[in-house]
């Protein structure tokens, strides 16, 4: 299916000929920028300057909501954000579909969303009159830090096709991992997960996938190690039945987990990390440890997905 004019909320949504689009797309704008420190020429286009990015974010976020804004910027659009509801009618009683609809009916060329599970609002956005791409909905999915993800795995790598990739941590609430699974498996990979019993995924997709127990067994066998933040925002409230401390003792990559993995592999985060639960200060300075390049290429990545988006070309340079 064609990206051009579509709202992107799912990573099952993606061809083999989508991605194929917008990691070239991408590689070529990072190489570009690395170059020449702008990719804005490489569009033939008059200018983005009258193309308007609207970002509508009810839950909180450094990265995806800035990385989008970045990559409007370098494409040439302008960005407006709603990131506060505090500050918005949400507080008065507005709902969030109301928000979205009387944000989309402002007609922007794209408009970003992310908040928490809610079934009005699912249905709501798939009726907006503008193209929406997902950044990040409930513990649903989270498909431009899949692609982002993927495309730093291959950058790294070499390829996805073959790769074992492990997701570590809080699998049941992740949005991420469940995106991951979709576009990792569709592209070849293998993915398999070690969590604790209470964080162990339910939905179905997750029927069959392997799991481990033991961290050392888990991380001898993957190439790229993917670890992620226990939500707790996520938990209501409940008591997950073990402390921080105890999930640190069994789940927590330090410097003894590294010595079984292999020399050549990768460490993923989509962030934010916590220092010392998910990943070590140790870890985190290891030259395997790929979590800031995974927020550069956030940028291309989701430059090239806009683009595409809006239906526009690219020259090379
Ligand atoms: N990866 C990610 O979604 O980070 P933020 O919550 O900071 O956007």
Request: net charge neutral.
């Amino acid at each position: 299916m064609s990206l051009v004019g579509e709202s992107f909320l799912s990573s099952d949504q993606l061809t083999e000929k989508d991605i194929d689009q917008i990691f070239s797309r991408a590689s070529l704008f990072k190489t570009e920028f690395e170059k020449k420190k702008r990719i804005d020429h490489l569009i033939k286009s008059e200018g983005l300057s009258h193309k308007v990015l609207a970002l509508v974010f009810s839950e909180p976020s450094t990265r995806t909501r800035m990385s989008f804004q970045v990559a409007g910027a370098r494409l040439g659009m302008r960005s407006v954000a709603l990131d506060n509801p505090q500050n918005a009618s949400i507080s008065k009683g507005e709902t969030l579909e109301d928000t979205f609809r009387n944000i989309a009916a402002m007609m922007p060329d794209i408009m970003v969303v992310r908040y928490n599970s809610n079934i009005d609002a699912d249905a709501t956005i798939k009726d907006l009159p503008c193209p929406i791409i997902s950044g990040g909905i409930g513990s649903s999915e989270h498909p431009t830090q899949a692609l982002l993800d993927a495309f730093t795995i291959k950058e790294f790598r070499g390829k996805v096709k073959g790769e074992r990739v492990l997701i570590v941590g809080d699998v049941l609430h992740s949005r991420v991992a469940n995106s991951n699974l979709i576009l990792l498996r569709a592209m070849g990979a293998e993915v398999a997960y070690c969590a604790p019993a209470q964080f162990e995924p339910k939905n179905d997709a997750w029927k069959g996938v392997q799991s481990f127990t033991n961290l050392k067994e888990a991380t001898e066998w993957a190439t790229v190690l993917m670890a992620l933040r226990v939500q707790k925002e996520r938990h209501a409230g409940e008591n997950v039945g073990f402390s921080m401390a105890e999930y640190r003792e069994s789940f927590r990559i330090g410097g003894d987990q590294l010595q079984n993995f292999r020399s050549d592999g990768i460490l993923l985060h989509p962030g934010p990390v916590i220092r010392g639960v998910e990943f070590s200060a140790f870890v985190l300075n290891d030259k395997r440890c790929k979590v800031l390049d995974q927020v550069t290429n956030g940028v291309f990545v989701r430059a090239a997905l806009i683009s595409i988006m809006l239906g526009l070309e690219v020259q090379h340079a």
